[in-house]
């Protein structure tokens, strides 16, 4: 009787079946995941094939259709959330594993199921052998498990991405494909009894390898020169590879590409080591073009199947074939070699002794992903006890192979690989392996370590101390005991000769490495890539075409010192690649190593010239020599993190591999100023000599040898340096000026000769916080416009000048904001100005129009003036002009509104700020005549901006692009003019975050398949050759040179990687007409757009500096940018802010129940400078403003050159943090003069007459007198202010963020003098100028509490009715109980659509960031006003508010109150969008009494008596309503440190004005609850359903 083909009709809670329970889908596929299971309606018959067809798939999930057979009767089965937990007799095949009862006993197994797409069908057996076997696509992927019992239910779970899937079949599969398996079968058991049945290409440099590469060549029609047809790019690999080669065989690309790599690497490798190691069993392997060929073309599915080959000679003259093979089952060498040695058959996956970690392990292990992955703890504090063995012995021929996961930059030392002879259970491991002094050998650096001794100082030339992230690491004992060490899949040779015949495979995670991997499957194309890439280091000349050393066609250009175009990531090259600059040095201070296009010859000094300093950073130019070639070097963040063949000079020292060799040489670079010169030289006799400004400094190393080539590293200061070999073309050093120096873009000539020398007004480059300044100065933006509607001020360049007008024309508005663009002018120059939140806070010499009313230094001079700014719309102009006899005039749209105020001064700069829903502007080219130079404005852009040629297209395309690519309409449009390739364009700048490249479809040529790619790529343009670029990729999937993302018709690659499937919409589908777009968004993310539409995430971890990239390939031949340069908004409405500005702690709109009372005392500060008496790892700079520590952990004390008057208040900025350290700064005064103090390591060691806050304790003398006092100082972020003072009692006070935390200690001296110890993660601070008040002052008090906005201004007059926050929402931005608390939510898989998405509005009230913000402990809100608590020690999650709800009388008139509930009760909470009965234990409906003492218990006029009326009771406090009767406390574990807590969550809702009553607390508490609110009115009871708004979710965890 045949079985039925239907699914049981008990499933998964949200499977919903359908088609007589043939077809099953999961209900609400966005927002689940999980709870899919179904099964079988009947146990499966022996050799039936349960068989479904995956019907939809969604792209939100990770993971994917899950399949196996279980015991359990679904009929009377509890059904868990997923198929892997299922128990009692469960198989699962998961993603290529296989699980028994949850855990894994087969790694790699099959198919990927993860990749399987829609329409795929896959299938499940139990074999009359009481197999397991998996089925895809009418293929048996082979036996999966054995000894299954005889009674079976098929089990399929519909997880993650599978949404939907269909049962198409339960029959026996095909007597073809049975015969076919037991014919593989039977040849692989033939195949396991023979010894030596393998022979493949050998790569010998004289025939075989150069063999192999010219009959492909000539297969495919290239030994002609004939234009190769660009092969299709397949999914996977060949299911056979091809035995011989015939003359007019077609390999496909993947065939092609594993060929030649293999012979490449043969012809190499085989050179180097004369054909093959000690052994003879290396011969015949994997060096050969086929055997590895044949290894890594057979992918995980296609087991049995014969895959060697290499290739013959056409003529079937002298090439040597073989029957190789490469089975599933077994472990591939890297190479390929001895793919069926004996033991191979043993030695594999397919066994179910999978090799992992052992359990046992050092101290400071972690381990995870099934024993998979190893991790450091503490990394930055501990460097050693990281051991790690294999969980067995490694069998002969078998590969241990690891993946770096994680490095940190700060120890020396790395990873350490080999093996072992001692049994991991019965061994007490030792802190590093190579303290084992028997049966150990151990890869160390680039040397063999035997029982802890080298035996080999160089083993090979890549050092395991250089890896990086990424990179892989494997070891093989061969069966004739030689030991070989793999990196990135090339073979490093023979490291021993006689290993014993049982070892462990070791791991010590030392130093740097922190967590690595076991690779089980060797990716194919990642080692392919890793392979040539080495492969070119070992020999650069052969095999590619030589680079270019210099970008123009200079006949001399070889022998001239040049800069290589390979340069950091932050660096460029310009003028023909004599000068270098860091275009963003005011945003980044490293990634700036530069290296000279050529060794250096003996004696030849290379000098430079630096051009251009900037004041932000610490550190300066180092400069040196390196024996790396630049065109394969991966260059460091700085060049001291060079490990190998590397001296610099850096500060007066010498360093030799990152190791300081000299501690006092020469000249300190970092004092050098713009105009000196540093150079080095290499002489005959191998010293190194360096020069400052043409001096000699001496010899500072010895044995340099010949060959090396210079390196200069722009570091911290240094943005710009020029080599000088020839004087007379030297190009001039920017000039200083008010316009800043000259920053020229990487296309600029490097001649300035000629060039104007007035400039046209633009924007400065200084700008408020939230204004970004485009193209060269001339756009201005407020950037997060629905979000933030403030801080956008922009000011002109320079004065303007009697009779000028500067005129803006508004390019958008957004209709969210009351308010708009106010437009004046300020005396006050922009690098004296500390922009405000608005210009109308200014209170002196500012001039502003502000919608009708002139204000003069924040005040109303006049009302009604002839405009009102308010009005303006999209297109509209304003111009300001000072006339000659000081006069204000405005113009609207070219009008003169006649004088707005006269008396102004000579000097007034010109002022536009970008408020409320005017969002962006541009200067007119009234204002002057254009000039396209740039300016300083420019450097602190993410790009070298462009100006556009076509009115409203800002966008255009680069000048390099594919050959066959014609560029029309200045750069706006691209045809492909020849052919069906290269046609790969670029966009001319780096796209900045969130903004949008998008082009339109013009033609369309049918006869070709295929179609556009589209991605970001972090290759710069500017990077290819000028000339020919027949260079530049044919198609950009291989587009390989640097990493690139692209869609792919609907698959997304990562430098021609699938990374994933049936990504949104398919490319192949584009017609004229259609417009295709890609953005970088904020979270480093790519997304695509087709006709508008985003179809989500395509790629993560996208860098910062990408371009967009295209290729007109196939179908596509014309395409025309449609996009603008500047930040697009997306068109969805997002949930209406809480607040138009920041969300805070004191809750926005709200004014502190706690009055302050100020006093009246006229004081004139003292300015303060740090004195230059201090650590010695101190560096001061800014006119000893700021204060920099260089070096170390310690020695960063630093002291005020003036003593602190009395209620004076000293503040001071926290510049940087590194957190590499622990710890921070700490503080305090001393009662001594500092000028012959001898200062200590640390501020602790200060014992005489000194008060020091650290952390949240106060020490006197070093010791303890206060703790728990203010915030934890390790916890302030970046931007923190701190502050000190001293009252007229003597009492020292601590401010933060401008708020006083109490008296800190009492009796202090006078005169006293503030000091910093700059310590740990704390590496720069700055003392704030500006406005620097005399406490209690009316002028000076500081802006936090008492701060209004101008939509809150009538008339020009403020009102007082609010607190105003501090910008920074939770400066505490690495608070753990913020992030414990974040991945409890996330364990609530509760849908994000819930929440807003602006995480500003996420609040942490813990004890540290709520003292950050000086946030009061009680506020008032509402209509009439209520008092409210602040909920201490929980974390607020803002909800998403609703867009019909009336959010400005919510805020402003409703009163806050507080919700406990448990954590069932969320999602339906949520769903509803209110409070219901019901949603806690104690909240149920209960009966309403006819009569109570408090009338809130009364039945209502119409309720009939006795009738249940549902209430929610809510309370002013968390004190309250976070009890655990209301709010049930339950246990979870945390996914990161496996501790277990307990947590409880609430809501925090405003609630209508009447809507409630106010009772006593129903808990029979005798003492009181919250001091501020009396137990007998802590209780609110409300029964009105609209009467509420959730307004955020709680969480406490403890």
Not at 914 to 925: E, F, K, P, R
Request: aromatic share 6%; glycine share 10%.
């Amino acid at each position: 009787m045949k079985m039925a083909a239907e699914l049981h009709p008990r499933s998964g809670k949200l499977i919903g079946l359908s088609n007589s329970n043939r077809t099953a889908r999961r209900n609400q596929p966005i927002q689940e995941f999980n709870h899919g299971l179904v099964f079988s309606k009947e146990p499966l018959r022996d050799r039936d094939v349960f068989t479904v067809r995956i019907d939809k798939k969604v792209n939100s999930w990770s993971g994917s259709i899950e399949i196996g057979v279980t015991a359990l009767d679904p009929a009377s089965l509890d059904f868990p959330s997923s198929a892997t937990g299922l128990k009692g007799g469960s198989w699962i095949v998961s993603g290529c594993s296989v699980l028994r009862d949850g855990r894994s006993v087969l790694e790699e197994y099959g198919r990927d199921l993860d990749q399987l797409a829609e329409g795929d069908r896959v299938g499940i057996q139990r074999s009359s052998q009481g197999e397991l076997h998996l089925w895809v696509n009418g293929q048996d992927c082979g036996a999966a498990a054995s000894g299954l019992p005889p009674k079976l239910w098929a089990v399929v779970d519909l997880y993650g991405k599978c949404t939907q899937v269909t049962v198409v079949s339960c029959e026996p599969p095909p007597p073809s494909a049975e015969r076919e398996r037991e014919t593989i079968e039977r040849d692989e058991e033939e195949e396991e009894e023979e010894e030596e049945d393998e022979v493949v290409v050998r790569g010998g440099r004289d025939d075989g390898g150069i063999a192999a590469l010219m009959n492909v060549a000539a297969i495919n029609g290239m030994v002609n020169g004939d234009e190769v047809p660009e092969l299709s790019c397949n999914n996977s690999r060949p299911d056979k590879f091809p035995n011989n080669l015939e003359p007019d065989a077609v390999l496909t690309e993947h065939q092609l590409f594993d060929v030649f790599n293999n012979a490449i690497v043969s012809f190499y490798r085989s050179g180097d080591e004369g054909g093959g190691d000690e052994g003879s069993d290396w011969d015949g392997g994997g060096e050969g073009g086929g055997g590895d060929a044949g290894g890594d073309s057979s992918s995980r599915n296609d087991r049995g199947s014969s895959s060697g080959g290499g290739a013959a000679h056409s003529d079937g003259g002298t090439g040597t074939t073989g029957g190789g093979r490469d089975r599933g089952d077994c472990n591939n060498s890297p190479a390929g070699n001895e793919g069926a040695a004996p033991g191979s058959g043993t030695g594999g996956l397919m066994t179910n002794d999978a090799l992992l970690f052992h359990e046992k392990c050092g101290t400071l292990i972690k381990l995870s992903n099934n024993n998979k992955t190893a991790e450091r703890r503490r990394p930055l504090d501990e460097f050693n006890n990281g051991v790690v063995m294999t969980n067995r012995p490694l069998r002969h021929n078998e590969m241990f192979e690891i993946r770096i996961d994680k490095l940190v930059d700060k120890w020396s030392g790395s990873i350490e690989i080999g093996v072992t002879t001692h049994n991991p259970n019965n061994l007490d491991y030792p802190a590093t392996m190579t303290n084992l002094r028997s049966g150990t050998i151990m890869m160390s650096g680039c040397g063999i370590l035997t029982n802890g001794k080298g035996t080999r100082r160089e083993y090979c030339e890549f050092s395991l101390d250089e890896l990086q992230e990424g990179d892989h690491i494997g070891l093989m004992r061969k069966a004739s005991g030689a030991l070989h060490f793999y990196i990135n899949g090339i073979d490093q040779g023979v490291a021993a000769a006689q290993t014993p015949n049982v070892v462990y495979g070791v791991v010590d995670l030392y130093g740097m490495a922190v967590k690595v991997t076991i690779v089980h499957n060797h990716n194919h194309s990642d080692r392919l890539r890793r392979n040539n890439a080495i492969m070119r280091a070992l020999s650069p000349d052969v095999g590619r075409p030589r680079p270019s050393l210099a970008l123009t066609p200079d006949s001399e250009a070889p022998d001239r010192l040049l800069f290589h175009p390979n340069c950091g990531q932050k660096a460029a090259i310009i003028c023909d690649g004599r000068t270098a600059l860091r275009p963003h040095a005011t945003d980044d201070f490293n990634h700036g190593v530069v290296l000279s296009s050529r060794p250096l010859r003996s004696n030849e000094v290379f000098q430079v010239r630096i051009d251009k300093m900037v004041d932000k950073w610490a550190g300066s130019i180092e400069i040196g020599v390196t024996t790396h070639n630049p065109a394969y070097l991966q260059l460091p963040s700085t060049m001291t993190n060079l490990r190998s063949g590397t001296w610099m000079m850096t500060g007066n020292g010498v360093m030799h591999n990152g190791t300081t060799i000299l501690d006092e040489y020469g000249h300190n670079l970092d004092r050098l100023k713009a105009g000196d010169t540093v150079g080095v030289v290499r002489k005959e006799d191998g010293s190194l000599h360096f020069f400052v400004n043409g001096v000699a400094q001496g010899p500072a190393a010895w044995n340099v040898p010949p060959n090396v080539y210079a390196v200069v590293d722009l570091y911290g200061q240094a943005a710009q340096a020029t080599i000088m070999d020839d004087m007379v073309d030297l190009p001039p050093l920017p000039e200083d000026g008010s316009d800043g120096p000259t920053a020229m873009s990487p296309g600029t000539p490097c001649s300035v000769s000629g060039a104007p020398t007035t400039t046209d007004l633009r924007f400065h480059h200084l700008h408020g916080t939230n204004a970004v300044i485009t193209n060269g100065g001339r756009t201005a933006l407020r950037q997060n416009c629905r979000s933030e509607f403030n801080d956008a001020i922009v000011i002109s360049n320079r004065c303007l000048r009697e009779g000028e007008l500067f005129e803006i024309v508004i390019q958008k508005m957004v209709d969210r904001w009351s308010g708009s663009i106010e437009a004046g002018v300020t005396a006050i120059r922009p690098e004296e100005l500390e922009f405000p939140n608005t210009m109308t806070d200014i209170d002196y010499d500012t001039w502003m129009l502000s919608g009708t009313a002139i204000m003069q230094d924040g005040n109303t001079m006049r009302n009604n003036y002839g405009c009102d700014l308010d009005s303006l719309t999209t297109g509209s102009r304003i111009g300001m002009m000072r006339t000659s006899n000081g006069d204000l005039h405005y113009y609207i749209n070219g009008v003169d509104q006649g004088v707005a105020c006269s008396g102004l001064p000579a000097e007034v700069y010109a002022v536009i700020d970008l408020y409320g829903q005017c969002v962006q502007v541009a200067i007119t080219s009234s204002s002057g005549p254009l000039d396209n130079s740039l300016c300083t404005s420019n450097v602190t852009e993410k790009s070298f901006p462009i100006h556009s040629p076509v009115a409203g297209v800002a966008h255009r395309l680069h000048s390099k692009h594919g050959k066959n690519v014609v560029l029309l309409g200045e750069g706006c449009q691209a045809i492909r003019v020849g052919g069906y390739s290269h046609g790969i364009v670029f966009s001319a700048k780096e796209l900045k975050a969130d903004e949008l490249f998008e082009v339109r479809i013009d033609e369309v040529d049918e006869q070709w398949c295929g179609s556009l790619h589209i991605g970001l790529t972090t290759l710069a343009p500017t990077e290819l050759p000028s000339c020919p670029l027949s260079g530049l990729s044919p198609s950009l999937p291989q587009l390989r040179t640097k990493v690139t993302w692209l869609l792919c018709g609907s698959e997304v690659r990562r430098n021609g990687v699938l990374q994933r499937q049936n990504y949104g919409y398919s490319l192949d589908r584009l017609t004229v007409g259609n417009r295709v777009g890609v953005k970088r968004c904020n979270d480093d993310t790519m997304h695509i757009f087709v006709d508008g539409e985003d179809m989500g995430p395509a790629a993560t971890a996208v860098p910062k500096n990408v371009y967009a990239v295209l290729d007109l390939y196939g179908r596509i031949t014309a395409v025309s940018i449609v996009s603008s340069s500047l930040t697009e908004d997306s068109e969805s409405i997002k949930a209406p802010s809480l607040t138009s500005d920041s969300c805070s702690e004191g809750e926005e709109d709200s004014s502190p129940v706690r009055e302050v009372e100020s006093e009246t005392c006229p004081l004139v500060p003292t300015i303060m400078m740090f004195l230059e008496n201090h650590g010695k790892n101190i560096q001061l700079s800014n006119q000893n403003l700021t204060a920099a520590r260089v070096s170390s952990y310690n020695q960063g004390l630093l002291v005020t050159a003036q003593p602190l008057a009395r209620q004076q208040l000293f503040q001071f900025q926290i510049d940087r943090l590194n957190p590499s350290w622990t710890s921070s700064l700490s503080l305090g005064v001393i009662g001594h003069s500092p000028d012959r103090l001898n200062f200590p390591s640390t501020a602790c060691c200060l014992k005489r007459s000194a008060w020091l806050l650290q952390r949240d304790s106060v020490f006197h003398n070093s010791l303890k007198i206060c703790e728990n006092y203010g915030p934890n100082l390790d916890t302030c972020p970046e931007g923190t202010v701190l502050g000190l003072l001293v009252d007229t009692n003597s009492c020292l006070h601590l401010f933060v963020n401008g708020m006083d935390q109490g008296v800190a200690a009492q009796d202090i001296p006078s005169p006293c003098y503030p000091f910093i110890d700059l310590y740990g993660q704390c590496e720069q601070v700055t003392i704030v100028t500006n406005n620097v008040p005399a406490v209690g002052a009316e002028s000076g008090e500081t802006r936090f509490q008492g701060d209004m906005e101008k939509a809150d201004m009538v008339d020009g007059i403020k009102e007082s009715v609010c607190w105003t926050p501090p910008p920074e929402v939770n400066p505490n931005k690495t608070c753990e109980y913020q992030a414990l608390c974040s991945r409890f939510k996330d364990l609530l898989t509760l849908p994000d659509g819930y929440f807003n998405e602006d995480a500003k509005y996420n609040l942490c009230y813990c004890e540290s960031c709520h003292k950050l913000r000086g946030d009061e402990a009680y506020y008032k809100r509402g209509e009439p006003p209520r008092d409210y608590a602040l909920p201490f020690g929980w974390c607020r999650f803002a909800l998403r508010i609703k867009s019909h709800c009336e959010v400005s009388n919510a805020l402003k008139k409703w009163h806050i109150a507080y919700h406990g509930t448990s954590v069932g009760a969320l999602r339906r909470t949520l769903d509803h969008g209110q409070l219901l009965p019901g949603t806690s234990s104690i909240f149920l409906v209960s009966p309403v009494k006819t009569e109570g003492p408090n009338g809130y218990t009364e039945p209502e006029e119409n309720c009939a008596p006795g009738r249940e009326v549902p209430r929610v009771r809510l309370s002013p406090t968390m004190r309250y309503s976070g009890m655990e009767s209301f709010a049930p406390k339950v246990q979870f574990q945390d996914p990161r440190s496996q501790r277990r807590h307990q947590a409880q969550v609430g809501f925090q809702v405003c609630v209508r004005p009447g809507s409630y009553k106010v009772g006593p607390q129903t808990l029979s508490h005798s003492e009181p609850l919250d001091p501020r609110f009396s137990n007998s009115e802590i209780e609110w009871i409300t029964k009105e359903q609209g009467g509420m708004l959730l307004y955020g979710l709680l969480i406490r965890v403890e």
